[in-house]
């Protein structure tokens, strides 16, 4: 706490009153790094066709994940405070998600057989599984699912 107060710059009991708990905090950046990769789907899909903000807005989903990856052991650590997350993760992003591939089903450049929530979960897994990866495997792999989702191979 006295790390994250003085890089906020301000002292650890104003930390304290604003959260409690570390719990407290921690809920506190990951619903901010939700809903900012929630909103991040909205914007990619109002500026870009439904191909290309699927693939960019992959790339914030893997941002998300390598910020989680460092609360990996709160959020797993079996306090029941943390209970309520997974659920919020699914339900914050899987309509945003679902948006975008339904417009690229309409337009046939997304096959229309995809859930949201079991992309959400593929991407999530693969982002997540090569920590510290200087090989990009991670982003190899994401590469190689979207491509089956949206049918086009990629160029690059």
Request: aromatic share 6%; proline share 4%; net charge neutral.
């Amino acid at each position: 706490m006295r790390d994250i107060a003085t890089r906020a710059g301000v002292g650890v009991g104003t930390i304290y009153r604003n959260y409690p708990q570390r719990s407290d905090l921690i809920i506190a950046v990951f619903r901010r790094e939700l809903d900012a990769t929630a909103a991040e789907a909205d914007h990619l899909a109002s500026e870009h066709s439904p191909a290309t903000a699927l693939r960019l807005w992959a790339q914030s989903l893997a941002r998300f994940v390598a910020t989680k990856r460092g609360f990996a052991g709160a959020l797993h650590s079996g306090d029941p405070a943390y209970n309520l997350l997974p659920g919020q993760f699914i339900g914050v992003l899987a309509p945003r998600v679902q948006s975008i591939l339904d417009a690229g089903a309409v337009s046939g450049t997304i096959r229309g057989d995809i859930r949201a929530e079991d992309l959400i979960h593929a991407l999530t897994r693969l982002a997540d599984s090569h920590p510290g990866d200087a090989d990009d495997r991670a982003g190899r792999m994401t590469t190689v699912l979207l491509d089956g989702v949206i049918g086009a191979p990629s160029a690059g």
